[in-house]
């Protein structure tokens, strides 16, 4: 039988957890994931370190780690993160928040890159317990703030950048990022959990139809609905292969629980070349795109589609400064390939809206 705990947000109880059954103690503060599943197990496996990582095993190696199943992994270190304010203890236990909260990390190399001198490091408190995603990566402390660095071949690195400065272009909410040493690296955009992050997952589960968590958004704010067409519209233009229920989400309060409104958009390494150039360059068969033309044909959702301008992805392509190699079959430079490639989608985007609106006018006209 699974020990009784208590979930904590800083040091506010929100749940405990008695018998394995979560007995909700702050219903506006809790994790929303316990809200809406009451499932400990499953949210401590969703903090937990993906086990597919060759880093990951190293490092619970180094760790001293006696069980290394996912509800273990995470509570290891207090199921604490980065970037909320929810951890987990014993219910007996006097442990504060002060003695949870990740303060530094040492196992940064061993997490990025498979450093073997980290084996002769003794055990400590680490965030890479709880650093969730598929590629190696680690969380470091510099002036003051965490930085999330990760590893990524040039097309991966070109991809994030690109997909950094074309959503600066439109506008659009994003995560910080750079380029480190040959890393990329991404600013914690909740300060230190000044805020919390919680994934789409927390509301919508594993869904995967667009009009369905358009319409679980939308059940809970306009604003969440509105940022979620946003993306998908964004991840159409940049051929983002690999949106997932747990790399977008949104921020609440830490006092109140109340939900902000969307986190920044993150987490683009699996776009446009980073699996090689597509064939389809003028986008006429493109999936992503007919998702989202389809979910602002079924939902009067009320985005209008941004302007963008060759000028505008040029600007994007000069700022990544990642030179890049022209593979023998490509008939032009990757720059070249990039700059058509999203332009054909925004191109093809707007004609098929173009096509709808006049189509619904005619419709209007013969019912007249």
Known sequence: ????????????????????????????????????????????????????????????????????????????????????????????STLTYKN?????????????????????????????LTNIGSFEKCWRLEDGAWWLYKVGSAEERFTE?????????????????????????????????????????????????YLEIYDAFLNVSPRLADAYVQMVYFDALIFNMDRHNMNYGFLRDVASGDIIGAAPLFDHNIALISRGYPMNITRENDLLIEDFITLLQKRETG???????????????????IDLERPPKLPFSPCDFVREFVMSG????????????IKTEREQEMER
């Open 1 to 92: 039988m699974m020990e009784d705990y208590i979930i904590m947000s800083e040091d506010h109880i929100v749940a405990k957890v008695i018998d394995g059954n979560v007995l909700i103690m702050d219903d506006s503060r809790v994790p929303l994931y316990l809200k809406h599943h009451n499932n400990f197990e499953g949210w401590l496996r969703q903090r937990a370190i993906d086990d597919s990582r060759v880093n990951s095993r190293l490092l619970k190696k180094a760790l001293r780690l006696q069980k290394t199943d996912d509800v273990s992994t995470s509570l290891h270190f207090n199921a604490s993160t980065i970037t909320d304010t929810y951890w987990v203890k014993p219910a007996d």
């Open 100 to 128: 949870v909260k990740f303060k530094e990390n040492t196992f940064d190399h061993l997490a990025l890159t498979g450093d073997v001198n980290a084996f002769n490091q003794k055990p400590s408190r680490t965030p890479e």
């Open 161 to 209: 950048m690109f997909a950094y400065y074309l959503a600066l272009e439109l506008n659009i909410p994003v995560a910080h990022y750079e380029l480190a040493n040959g890393f990329i690296r991404s600013k914690d955009f909740t300060n230190g959990a000044s805020v919390i992050y919680e994934p789409a997952a927390s509301i919508i589960g594993d869904r995967a139809n």
């Open 303 to 321: 985005y209008d589609i941004p302007a963008l301008t060759t000028t505008m992805v040029n600007q994007a392509i000069l700022r990544v400064e």
């Open 346 to 357: 925004q191109r093809r985007i707007i004609r098929e809206l173009s096509q709808t609106y």
